[in-house]
């Protein structure tokens, strides 16, 4: 635990200008977020007594090593910028929202030539209009299917659609009408266009307008007598009315905006969200949060804002957004939310009428939501915590193991042989620190030396990392004029230089770059130091390997050699799933209804699974490589080009020179090339059917 004190900034030293600050801890990594209107102000209030501090503050700066800040010119600056900042390094003692669940939204995809409509969920795409989000995806199938009778937009896939394209003959849909079938040409891209974007329209609360003309059109058509005609408009006015009534009108004035309410205790926070859209509710979604910092019900609003909207522009910004409490500084988050919508935002407290009813509904469901999630927890809670202490207590730990990292070697028979490393913290599955290795030190089929090399190059990256940000001092190499500090200890193992391994360890571990290492895909060099999280910058409490006493050794080996004594080791075993410690003949049997091997199992897995997802992909890939891959200056596109003439790289190779120069885009130097590679290469063994006996013919285009 720090002192505060022992970071405090000088007197003087904070500017009394609007800014952002961050708190960072011993690892660098930026833990706190804040914003003020007056830094000076705000970030003394965090060096007072430490009695006098909420406890979750009072955590956060005694967690802390370091406090620095950044000064902008407005308050709407320090919101973007305090925005921004939160997002990027995602601090622990910040309130962030999570999903309780990953909503659907109603999708048009206005940025292709033929727009589709159809359900996606996740991060939203450049150039798509997105209407939601909503509880269930069948409520908007439901609701699409009917106004597809009106707006017969294109649902089908993009494979679909070319398939008709190719064929000539539309899906289903277009055949009873309820898709006007771009595909064979019954209307060109811009009629289905506006086809889409009157489906836009519609959806976006402009749904007045569209009955009335389908109404005088029936009425029209029936004084000409094309009664069909009548009852067909009849038909989609009545099915365009049935989709408005699945969003019940909850203010008269067709506003638009946005209800926030908010439900809390001393420990969490649920927030629900109605979106309303021409008086109608177009959409909800719920949000449930840790109050890991001292925060009240504007702040949680505040934070709600930023999240909410801090992606949007546009119309996606309401005019108008309703909140339990204003936030502290209302004048610049409103000013923040116009810039966003590029007009003005009008936040408020609803303080009667429609509005201030439709707010207790709102709150209603915060309450419900947070009591629910209470629910669902407490058990989860003390199930995790309990799985914890049984490991702690098995494994002789200090304290829980609050972060863990298991690593597995997956190969087929010897070849594309890789490892994964998860991570688990406070008993759940980080996803975001996953890495996977490829194995360079030897070819070949060896699990234990795998092990030895994945746990020394992760582990070496890390010293690198902790060298790097200054939580060690480089031992000076001339003693002489080295001044009276270098007489005194050095904290950690004595290092030979940026980069390097401790220097006891230098022969076992291998020389290393003088320099920084290139970036790869997988074992790569953390980062700058901009309190980003770093690849291999934090140690866990304990590491677990995917095997047993052998690759239990090699995994201490490993450590020892990088002079780490401190990161207990156990392998877990898949035979009979026992524990194994290092140096211990014997291994640790945990019951069989323990929750401490239940979670140490869940590890196992989970880097099991990762590490077999990754061997398949390299192994696909490898498998769907061709000879035409070694053709200097052939690209993907003169490959495909070849492949579509002759219809597989079997008719390929049997072409003479003269015939593949024939292939647009080729010419003879490149044919040349393209038919010694070929040569070079012995064709596959051809495949057999094994249930006929008929030798297949290579058909693929792709593989030799």
């Given at each position: ?49 430490l009695a006098n501090l909420h406890p979750r503050t009072r955590t956060m700066v005694t967690t802390a090593a370091s406090v620095e800040w950044t000064v902008v ?279 009667r009428g429609d509005k201030k009813d439709l707010m207790a509904t709102v709150q209603r469901n915060a309450q419900q939501a947070l009591g629910l999630h209470k ?330």
């Open positions: 635990m720090a002192d505060p004190s022992s970071y405090r900034p000088k007197p003087g030293q904070i500017p009394d200008s609007p800014g952002v600050y961050k708190f960072r801890d011993e690892h660098r990594r930026v833990i706190y977020v804040g914003k003020a209107k007056n830094l000076r102000q705000r970030v003394a209030n965090y060096f007072q007594d010119s407005t308050e709407v600056e320090a919101l973007q910028l305090e925005y921004s900042w939160i997002k990027e390094f995602d601090p622990r003692f910040n309130v962030k929202y999570r999903d309780d669940k990953s909503y659907p939204y109603l999708a048009v995809t206005l940025n292709e030539e033929f727009p589709r409509v159809q359900v996606m969920r996740g991060a939203k795409k450049k150039g798509v209009r997105y209407f939601g989000p909503y509880g269930h995806a069948w409520a908007i199938r439901e609701t699409v299917d009917l106004m597809l009778r009106v707006f017969p937009v294109r649902t089908c896939s993009a494979g679909v659609f070319k398939n008709a394209a190719r064929t000539g003959r539309p899906c289903l849909l277009g055949y009873i009408g309820k898709c006007s079938a771009p595909c064979v040409g019954r209307v060109t891209p811009e009629e289905h266009r506006e086809l889409a974007e009157d489906f836009c329209d519609f959806m976006a609360g402009r749904t007045g307008t569209y009955i009335r003309r389908l109404e005088k059109d029936m009425m029209q058509a029936a004084e000409e007598m094309e009664y069909e005609r009548a009852a067909r408009l009849r038909d989609d006015a009545e099915a365009l009315k049935r989709a408005m009534e699945k969003s019940a009108v909850v203010l008269a004035d067709a506003t638009d905006a946005d209800l926030i309410a908010v439900a809390e205790d001393e420990l969490e926070a649920a927030l629900q969200i109605f979106h309303v859209r021409g008086g109608r509710v177009r959409g909800q979604r719920g949000w449930v949060t840790d109050k890991v910092e001292a925060v009240d019900t504007s702040g949680l609003v505040e934070h709600a804002l930023q999240q909410l909207y801090g992606e949007e522009r546009g119309d996606a910004v309401p005019k108008e957004v309703l909140v339990p409490a204003l936030p502290e500084d209302t004048e610049a988050v409103s000013q923040w939310l116009a810039e966003r919508r590029g007009s003005q935002v009008s936040l408020r407290i609803p303080q629910t669902k927890r407490a058990s989860d809670l003390t199930t995790r915590s309990r799985a914890l202490e049984e490991i702690a207590e098995a494994l002789g730990l200090d304290t829980a193991p609050l972060r863990i990292e298991c690593y597995d070697i997956s190969h087929l028979q010897g070849d594309d042989v890789v490892a994964s490393m998860v991570v688990f913290e406070d008993g759940l599955a980080r996803k975001s620190e996953y890495r996977r290795f490829q194995i360079k030190g030897f070819k070949g089929q060896d699990d234990v030396r795998s092990m030895h090399e994945v746990i020394g190059r992760r582990f070496k990256r890390y010293l690198q990392e902790k060298e790097r940000t200054g939580e060690w001092e480089e031992q000076p190499t001339d003693t002489a004029t080295a001044g009276p500090a270098a007489t005194g200890p050095v904290p950690g193992p004595a290092v030979t230089g940026p980069g390097l391994a401790p220097a006891a360890a230098a022969p076992a571990a291998g020389p290393a770059p003088a320099g920084p290492v290139p970036a790869v895909a997988e074992d790569a060099e953390p980062r700058e130091d901009d309190g980003r999280p770093k690849r291999f910058a934090y140690p866990p409490q304990l590491v677990v390997v995917d095997g047993g006493q052998p690759q239990v050794a090699a995994a201490k080996r490993a450590l020892d050699e990088l002079g780490i004594d401190d990161i207990a080791v156990c392998g877990l075993a898949k035979r009979l799933e026992e524990v194994w410690l290092p140096d211990d003949d014997d291994p640790v049997v945990l019951p069989r209804s323990s929750e401490g091997l239940y979670l140490l199992q869940r590890v196992r897995d989970e880097a099991h699974r990762f590490a077999i997802t990754y061997q398949r992909a390299k192994r696909a890939k490898r498998i769907r490589t061709s000879p035409l891959d070694d053709v200097s200056g052939l690209g993907e596109t003169r490959k495909q080009a070849l492949i579509k003439h002759f219809g597989s790289v079997k008719k390929l190779r049997q072409a003479t020179i003269d015939e593949i120069c024939e292939v647009p885009g080729i010419g003879r130097r490149t044919a040349e090339s393209v038919a010694a590679a070929l040569a070079s290469t012995a064709p596959a063994a051809p495949a057999v059917n094994t249930a006929t006996g008929e030798i297949i013919e290579e058909d693929d285009g792709g593989n030799s």
